[in-house]
């Protein structure tokens, strides 16, 4: 396990309470400051080796026929490498990195091993999202023509303080971080849609253009507050809206306009809604019914030879590793289309709009900020399909402007 604060944090706890113990041996884990994390005295009770790199678990000796990595961004691709490396499966956290060039480096590092590559989006995993694109594919919905995604979630000045890289655009060494709504917490989202409206199971849909518009309300090197465009290689046009300086929370929601109907998710565990052109309903679970760490479950069984089972539609093989017979759900190749957007989504506005300070307010107990009228100009956005800075006076978003169109 690579990773064991954060969200890593999560994924150990999970192995540890909910994995059958008869199935898997927990051989170390990696975390430069392992005392940060609330299971550290238990891996230590329980004799597993704790290294502050990967490289030095595997200098140590150290083996493994799974590696799970929840470490930060930009440490992502060169440890998921280095696992293949050393003859380990990867079960790799979103997003894949924040460097299309990286991306293709971890692809040709799997494709000359003869081991598989999971990203770790997990409504890419779950049923619902799964029948649906499986319908997709067949094309019961016709040919997709537009799609949205809103999320609103606030966070506070301590989650950009929770560690040195939040917030960031690279880290020390150089190497990109693009931290942000929409390569971090809502990176789902965007890969969500770019995902369903993909040419194939496990391909998302190939971007072609990408128009950003971003503002940070917070004292960060990269943006709080972002506006995408993305323009599809296969004609659907897909629109992004986040932000972590809303008023208030709301959850993430989604909607697809296809030529033979409408299709919708209103967040939580609202059902995914399918409305034909004739008015006949299609109902698909919502991904939020899954167990969000079915990635870890479905990873130990493939790690263990087992066939995927029990998700109800299944992706296909890809790279060297399918030559295990084992179908990898949400490969590098799936996941590469969010790292273009974010790229070129930083090229589109290299330095983000900062929001006018008498737009901003803070929380009454001081512990956050929130722009004033984001709230009811995003869900507008949403509805009209327009960027923030494509609204008209009066939205109280003035302030905001679009980059350039990045081909």
């Not at 995993?125 to 809103?150: E, Q």
């Not at 929601?253 to 209103?266: A, L, S, Y």
Request: a negative charge.
């Amino acid at each position: 396990m690579s990773g064991i604060g954060g969200y890593g944090y999560w994924y150990l706890k999970t192995l540890l309470e909910e994995c059958d113990p008869g199935t898997f041996v927990l051989v170390g884990a990696v975390d430069p400051r392992p005392e940060g994390s609330a299971l550290f005295a238990t891996l230590r009770q329980a004799g597993v080796p704790v290294h502050d790199t990967l490289e030095h678990f595997f200098a140590a000796g150290g083996s493994a026929d799974l590696v799970v990595i929840s470490s930060p961004i930009h440490h992502h691709v060169p440890q998921a490498i280095a696992a293949l490396a050393h003859g380990a499966h990867v079960l790799c956290d979103k997003p894949l990195g924040a460097a299309v060039a990286e991306a293709d480096d971890l692809i040709a590092a799997r494709n000359a091993s003869d081991r598989w590559v999971s990203i770790g989006y997990q409504w890419s995993f779950s049923p619902g999202i799964r029948l649906l694109k499986a319908d997709l594919l067949d094309g019961r919905w016709g040919r997709p023509l537009r799609a949205a995604t809103l999320c609103l979630w606030p966070r506070d000045f301590a989650y950009y303080a929770r560690n040195e890289w939040a917030g960031r655009m690279r880290a020390p060494d150089g190497r990109p971080i693009l931290d942000s709504p929409l390569n971090n917490a809502m990176a789902h989202f965007i890969h969500n849609l770019l995902y369903l409206l993909g040419p194939e199971s496990e391909r998302s849909a190939e971007p072609a253009a990408v128009t950003a518009d971003t503002a940070r309300a917070y004292g960060i090197e990269t943006a709080d507050t972002i506006g995408v465009r993305v323009e599809t290689a296969h004609g659907a046009g897909i629109l992004f809206l986040g932000s972590h300086a809303s008023a208030a929370e709301h959850p993430p929601v989604f909607r697809i306009e296809c030529e033979k109907g409408v299709i919708t998710h209103d967040g939580g565990l609202a059902p995914i809604r399918g409305t034909a052109t004739d008015g006949t309903e299609i109902l698909y679970p919502s991904p939020e019914e899954s167990h969000q760490f079915a990635k870890l479950f479905r990873a130990l069984e493939w790690a263990g030879g087992d066939s995927p089972g029990g998700i109800g539609v299944h992706g296909t093989h890809a790279g060297a590793g399918a030559e295990s017979g084992i179908e990898v759900i949400c490969p590098p190749e799936a996941a590469r289309a969010q790292t273009v957007v974010v790229e070129r989504a930083a090229a589109s506005m290299p330095e983000a709009v900062a929001v006018p300070e008498d737009r901003i307010n803070r929380a009454e107990d001081g512990s956050r900020l929130w722009i004033a009228g984001l709230d009811s100009a995003f869900c507008d956005c949403y509805r009209s399909g327009r960027l923030p800075s494509e609204l008209e006076a009066g939205s109280g978003l003035e302030w905001a402007r679009a980059g350039e169109r990045i081909d």
